[in-house]
């Protein structure tokens, strides 16, 4: 039922997206696993959730999903279980992968966490939010970092309307997060075996008054990793808050002695930096090499990838 006290133990983590707007970096490799200082991005979201009391995660996969067998071959984290489900032959989108996984859902209420997006935000008062007001849905919100597409009347905590031209709104605006706590009985709204978002759903439940609720919540930081100007963007975000479990120069990269890394640079695994090279704020993927004298400023090397010369703002896939 809506509102329930049920532990909410279950997440469905989004991992099936194509990463189009990222396509020179995710050629080979899903959004979800692009590393954010030496870590997929995907598990930020696996950290904060069960550190919100989440031990079972369940998550979608389409574009490279072999891959995500490799960051995680024992299928848990931590002491999560961790549960891969393969949707074929096109993305179902956020509703139609809800309904695609709920025999893992367990008939619970479960939290929904978009997977590339970087977040370190509270996660409890939403989900004290959801249990006690009895909302069906409870959508995560700010009131700032990225577009406002979302009325919520706060004396009531009802959302009132979604991506509604701004001239036609009415009352305060706010961003969702892609994060949002769900009932089970929200997956009866969904049709059977369909591709769809969970927008038309939500808005066909402000039509006709169900509870889909909403909660402000503007702690902590918020990335949408929809951009190589996003991607670069959270590590300097990372290096000037002085992240102590950030490891920016893994302990299994080579870097030459004489070589300047400067700014938010991160060295993978297996990279190696040439003798005289000049990187700043550059990321460098796993088993990269960058050529001795190379000088590179906002650059990204993928796994395996070379590079040479000097280069701003240029990918290597």
């Known amino acids: 039922m809506s509102g329930s006290m049920t532990p909410i133990r279950t997440a469905f983590v989004l991992g099936a997206g194509l990463g189009t707007r990222l396509r020179a970096i995710t050629l080979r490799r899903p959004k979800p696993l692009i590393p954010v200082v030496n870590r997929p991005l995907i598990s930020y979201a696996f950290e904060r959730l069960t550190g919100a009391g989440i031990d079972r995660l369940v998550v979608n996969t389409h574009w490279q999903a072999e891959r995500y067998a490799e960051f995680f071959p024992e299928k848990s984290y ?54 006690e007001r009895g909302y069906e849905v409870t959508m995560i919100l700010r009131s700032h970092g990225g577009p406002l ?18 001239e036609h709104a009415t009352g305060p605006r706010f961003l969702f997060t892609g994060i949002y706590i769900v009932s089970p009985e929200f997956i009866r709204r969904i049709p059977p075996a369909t591709k769809i978002s969970v927008v038309p759903i939500f808005l066909e439940m402000i039509r006709t008054g169900a509870k889909l609720g909403g909660i402000v919540i503007d702690g902590g930081d918020w990335w949408d990793l929809g951009s190589r100007e996003q991607y670069l963007a959270v590590h300097a975000d990372i290096a000037v808050r002085g992240v102590r479990s950030a490891e920016w120069i893994h302990r299994a990269a080579h870097v030459a002695p004489d070589a300047q890394l400067s700014g938010a640079t991160a060295v993978a695994a297996g990279a190696r930096i040439g003798a005289g090279a000049r990187l700043h704020d550059c990321i460098v993927w796993e088993n990269a090499e960058v050529a ?7 650059c990204i090397v993928t796994r395996a990838a070379r590079a040479e010369g000097t280069h701003t703002d240029h990918d290597f896939a």
Request: aromatic share 8%; hydrophobic share 40%; net charge negative.
């Open 78 to 131: 931590g002491a999560a279980d961790l549960f891969f489900r393969h949707e074929f032959p096109e993305v179902l989108e956020t509703a139609g992968g809800i309904w695609n996984v709920r025999d893992l859902l367990r008939d619970e209420p479960f939290i929904v966490f978009n997977g590339d997006i970087f977040t370190d935000l509270p996660l409890e008062p939403a989900l004290r939010a959801h249990r």
């Open 292 to 298: 001795p004298g190379a000088e590179l400023t906002r």
């Open 149 to 166: 597409q979302v009325g919520c009347d706060t004396a009531s905590g009802l959302v009132t309307d979604i991506a509604r031209p701004p």
